[in-house]
């Protein structure tokens, strides 16, 4: 490891902890003789970061943990298979701004030996938090409400856990994004509506409280069009029918995604240890 300088977009400075030659064995290329087969690849990483704190206290909790940056990207990439370096390369910057919260990366992928006439190919990107800010939904899904209790009491135990998360709804943009979005998707075999308070809505006096009331459906219609609802439900629960639509979850799940593997639809990065 060492420490250099960066300039970042903004027209700052920020430090750098460097980490050179990451040694990792992985299943990479597009290739006959390379799928199916783990080579070895070398990575360089560059985090820009400010480290002036940590230079005053001498404690690693004012820095960027350069051990706990090469561990999380030699488990991914050595528990991966990529095409591309590029892939590898991008997703490596990913870990990096999304877990270690750096204003800057710098990442080169070599793959030694990849050409005849070559000591080796590779690629270098530079990534900042702006070029990630394309919504990632990291999805834990479960369940501590019985399915016998009340449907209201479950809607409120849910929209009591999303004001917790400081989920904040924009009225301009119903779709945006948002720390978390709960929603029952099914309930048993349940066919039905009903109504919830929209407290983050505009106000409307027509409504008892002065609140838009939103409308919902069980099923949600949610899982019969957008693979991000219909695949967890069917990674859960692959083979319980929906009540509808009368076929399986994981049935729903590959017409959705329009793929065998849906379970592969989504790339998964390993942030939490």
Same mark, same amino acid.
């Given at each position: 490891?060492?420490?250099?300088?960066?300039?970042?977009?903004?027209?700052?400075?920020?430090? %750098?902890?460097?980490?050179?030659?990451?040694?990792?064995? /992985?299943?990479?290329?597009?290739?006959q003789h390379e799928i199916g087969t783990k080579q070895e690849v070398v990575i360089s990483? #560059?985090?820009?970061?400010?480290?002036?704190?940590?230079?005053?206290?001498?404690? &690693?909790?004012?820095? %960027?943990?350069?051990?706990?940056?090469?561990?999380?990207?030699?488990?991914?990439?050595?528990?991966?298979?990529?095409?591309?370096?590029?892939?590898?390369?991008?997703?490596?910057?990913? &870990?990096? &701004?999304?877990?270690?919260?750096?204003?800057?990366?710098? %990442? #080169?992928?070599?793959?030694?030996?990849?050409?005849?006439?070559?000591?080796?190919?590779?690629?270098?990107?530079?990534? /900042?938090?702006?070029?990630?800010?394309?919504?990632?939904?990291?999805?834990?899904?479960?369940?501590? &409400?019985?399915?016998?209790?009340?449907?209201?009491?479950?809607?409120?135990?849910?929209?009591?856990?999303?004001?917790?998360?400081?989920?904040?709804?924009d009225p301009n943009n119903k779709h945006g994004p948002r720390t978390i979005d709960i929603?029952?998707?099914?309930?048993?075999?349940?066919?039905?509506?009903?109504?919830?308070?929209?407290?983050?809505?505009?106000?409307?006096?027509?409504?008892?409280?002065?609140?838009?009331?939103?409308?919902?459906?069980?099923?949600?219609?949610?899982?019969? #069009?957008?693979?991000?609802?219909?695949?967890?439900?069917?990674?859960?629960?692959?083979?319980?029918?929906?009540?509808?639509?009368?076929? /399986?979850?994981?049935?729903?799940?590959?017409?959705?995604?329009? *793929?065998?593997?849906?379970?592969?639809?989504?790339?998964?990065?390993?942030?939490? *240890?």
């Open positions: 490891m060492s420490r250099g300088t960066c300039k970042l977009s903004s027209g700052g400075n920020c430090d %750098v902890i460097e980490i050179d030659n990451l040694r990792c064995r /992985t299943e990479i290329g597009i290739s990483i #560059r985090l820009g970061c400010d480290v002036q704190k940590a230079g005053k206290s001498d404690d &690693i909790i004012d820095s %960027v943990n350069y051990g706990d940056v090469s561990k999380d990207v030699i488990g991914y990439v050595e528990s991966t298979s990529f095409n591309l370096v590029e892939k590898l390369a991008t997703d490596v910057a990913r &870990i990096c &701004i999304t877990l270690y919260k750096v204003q800057w990366v710098q %990442v #080169r992928v070599h793959k030694p030996q990849a050409l005849r006439f070559a000591d080796s190919v590779g690629v270098k990107i530079e990534r /900042t938090p702006e070029d990630f800010n394309d919504s990632v939904v990291y999805l834990s899904l479960g369940s501590n &409400i019985e399915p016998r209790k009340n449907l209201r009491n479950a809607i409120a135990f849910l929209k009591e856990k999303a004001l917790k998360l400081l989920r904040v709804r929603d029952i998707s099914l309930w048993g075999a349940e066919v039905l509506e009903y109504s919830i308070v929209d407290e983050e809505g505009l106000t409307n006096h027509s409504s008892p409280n002065g609140h838009i009331l939103e409308k919902k459906k069980v099923p949600d219609p949610d899982v019969l #069009r957008f693979a991000h609802v219909a695949v967890p439900l069917a990674e859960i629960s692959p083979h319980l029918k929906h009540p509808t639509n009368g076929s /399986t979850l994981a049935s729903i799940a590959r017409d959705v995604t329009g *793929r065998e593997d849906y379970a592969n639809t989504f790339p998964i990065v390993d942030l939490f *240890r």
